[in-house]
T-cell receptor, first 113, second 113 residues
């Protein structure tokens, strides 16, 4: 079955360390997105990519980096510059076009101690 | 500005009660899509419904119904005869173009037996 795989589901890191969250999809969707979810704030867009080797900043890109070397993969690196990295991170994909909406992965909960 | 407001942070009902989740949106675009997603405790966002800006017909799917009113910029979601399995966080979202899905802050629904 096609879907989105985010790994790991739970991640613990020490403060000051970079950490990379994985997002892999086999839906053959062109666009991929990273969202951050904090309690009471809904989902906020970090980065998005519409095609391979191209990506754009979202509303809260500071302290994060991404790459899109393959259509199937869109990893997110949370750098030490991100001041408050503890959150739930969701990856999404889209076939493209307004009427398709997004498909979401199951998320990664990152805790920085 | 594009914005989605879910004024109800938390709602608690007893099983079999009807419950309505409110969603108000702001956009200057004439073409857009509205969505409702359900987020169970497992974390992934589950698609419930999509409605385009030109289709104001209400929709019913089993115990779920949606009321879209452009005149008041609202897209409310009603669950009839609620069940414990309906307990989740529900998000309303506005998709203005392929890169800009805006989410409300979410409403946490608790259905008690």
């Amino acid at each position: 079955d096609g879907g989105i795989t985010q790994s790991p589901k739970y991640l613990f890191r020490k403060e000051g360390q970079n950490v990379t969250l994985s997002c892999e999809q086999n839906l053959n969707h062109d666009a991929m997105y990273w969202y951050r979810q904090d309690p009471g704030q809904g989902l906020r867009l970090i980065y998005y990519s519409q095609i391979v080797n191209d990506f754009q900043k979202g509303d809260i890109a500071e302290g994060y980096s991404v790459s899109r070397e393959k259509k199937e993969s869109f990893p997110l690196t949370v750098t030490s510059a991100q001041k408050n990295p503890t959150a739930f991170y969701l990856c999404a994909t889209s076939r493209g076009g307004l009427n398709y909406g997004y498909t979401f992965g199951s998320g990664t909960r990152l805790t920085v101690v | 500005a594009q914005k989605v407001t879910q004024a109800q942070t938390e709602i608690s009902v007893v099983e079999k009660e009807d419950v309505t989740l409110d969603c108000v949106y702001e956009t200057r675009d004439t073409t857009y899509y509205l969505f409702w997603y359900k987020q169970p405790p497992s974390g992934e966002l589950v698609f419930l419904i999509r409605r385009n800006s030109f289709d104001e017909q209400n929709e019913i799917s089993g115990r779920y119904s949606w009321n879209f009113q452009k005149s008041t910029s609202s897209f409310n979601f009603t669950i009839t005869a609620s069940q414990v399995v309906d307990s989740a966080v529900y998000f309303c979202a506005l998709l203005r173009n392929n890169n800009d899905m805006r989410f409300g802050a979410g409403t946490r629904l608790t259905v008690k037996p």
